[in-house]
């Protein structure tokens, strides 16, 4: 089993739709989590970070379920800038050793 | 938020030869420092981690002889492909992490397309 596992997708939604994506972890001492977004031949920047209580940026809200040990991301309202690949992040104790997940391809179409 | 450069952003070379990428963080001290490579639609695969002053770890599978790593300052890692091959062709990132506590996010360079001919 993978330490870090996502729905590669693709998701392909209209614009202004509500599109979530889950991801799971393996390592239940998993302390820190992020979501990242790559685009095209771009390094990947980080989108937000993921608290236990939930947080909200703008269209973004980020869930983390440490009993079930997932983490979800949830566009509202999603833009034609949205398309890219959204990547889950782990970061364990120990070894500072951080976990990208394969990533979900989300495209947005007019 | 910090910023990561990484030099050069392309290079094409002929197989055999030696190519080396730097990865530097301009407005902090990057005491840890991460090498990535990632072939066309697929994720983001950790080849080593380097710290400051000493040697890298690497990951399983990737041979320690042949991606030279060096993390000489708090600014600066330098990951060398010795006698590359077209196999070697792919994007390599890097990412640094400050001299904080150790969750803190780390950010990403530009990455370096790598073609070997």
């Known amino acids: 089993r993978k330490e870090v596992e996502q729905d590669p997708g693709p998701f392909n939604v209209p614009e202004g739709a509500t599109v979530a994506f889950n991801c799971t972890y393996s390592?239940?001492?998993?302390?820190?989590f992020f979501w990242y977004r790559q685009d095209c031949r771009k390094e990947p920047k980080l989108l937000m970070s993921?608290?236990?209580s939930g947080n909200e940026d703008g269209r973004f809200t980020a869930q983390l379920n440490r009993a079930s040990q997932y983490i979800s991301l949830l566009i509202r309202d999603s833009k034609l800038s949205d398309s890219a690949t959204y990547l889950c992040?782990?970061?364990?104790?120990?070894?500072?050793?951080?976990?990208f997940g394969a990533g979900t391809r989300l495209f947005v179409k007019a | 938020g910090a910023v990561v450069s990484q030099h050069p952003s392309r290079v094409i070379c002929k197989s055999g030869t030696s190519v080396k990428i730097e990865c530097r963080s301009l407005?902090?001290?990057?005491?840890?420092m991460f090498w990535y490579r990632q072939f066309p639609k697929k994720s983001l695969m950790l080849m080593a981690t380097?710290?400051?002053?000493?040697?890298?770890?690497?990951e399983q599978g990737v041979e320690k002889d042949k991606f030279l790593i060096n993390h000489a300052s708090l600014t600066l890692s330098t990951l060398t492909v010795t006698s590359a091959h077209p196999e070697d062709s792919s994007f390599y990132i890097c990412?640094?992490?400050?001299?904080?506590?150790?969750?803190?996010?780390?950010?990403f360079g530009p990455g370096t397309r790598l073609l070997v001919l």
């Open positions: 990412s640094a992490r400050g001299d904080r506590a150790w969750t803190e996010t780390q950010y």
């Open positions: 390592n239940s001492a998993s302390q820190s």
């Open positions: 993921v608290y236990s």
């Open positions: 992040v782990v970061q364990n104790t120990g070894g500072f050793k951080t976990i």
């Open positions: 407005d902090f001290q990057a005491t840890t």
């Open positions: 380097s710290n400051e002053g000493s040697k890298a770890t690497y």
